[in-house]
């Protein structure tokens, strides 16, 4: 067994404590790239046949997707959903949602992100309810247009 770099390493504490240092942190580096890369690119999404499904998003002639402009362009109104759901029949099925923020609780009441969906949302997804039903228009009914 040859010990003569452990023993270099002894006589030069500093340099030893550098180069596991730097291994330490690409090492570091290295784990957390993939770890990002892993949930965000290479886990599939968490419903059947993710690549079948698209996200419109409605502009007028001038806009043009720009990253980091996500703004400028809107999700459909409503009514315009409506109209696209009747007239549609190139896309298997359509499904609206929003992102909101409502508040739970009473006393000591907290906001939480949340996620205001259209009747037919996680059927279109292909997600089976856990306990009872999907949503219908019928649940729907007196919300004032929740999605406007």
């Not at 002639?61 to 007239?87: A, H, K, M």
Request: with cysteine; net charge neutral; glycine share 8%.
């Amino acid at each position: 067994m040859n010990t003569v770099p452990i023993r270099s390493l002894t006589r030069r504490p500093s340099l030893s404590l550098t180069i596991v240092l730097m291994l330490t942190l690409a090492i570091g580096a290295n784990t957390a790239i993939y770890s990002v890369a892993k949930a965000v690119i290479l886990t599939p999404l968490p419903f059947p046949d993710p690549d079948r499904v698209v996200h419109i998003f409605k502009g007028s002639d001038q806009d043009r997707y720009q990253p980091g402009r996500e703004n400028s362009l809107i999700s459909v109104r409503g009514g315009s959903f409506q109209d696209w759901r009747e007239q549609c029949h190139s896309l298997e099925s359509m499904a609206a949602a929003r992102l909101s923020q409502s508040i739970l609780g009473g006393e000591h009441a907290i906001v939480v992100d949340s996620l205001l969906a259209a009747d037919g949302f996680f059927a279109t997804l292909g997600v089976r309810p856990e306990l009872g039903r999907y949503f219908d228009s019928q649940d729907y009914a007196g919300t004032h247009g929740l999605l406007c």
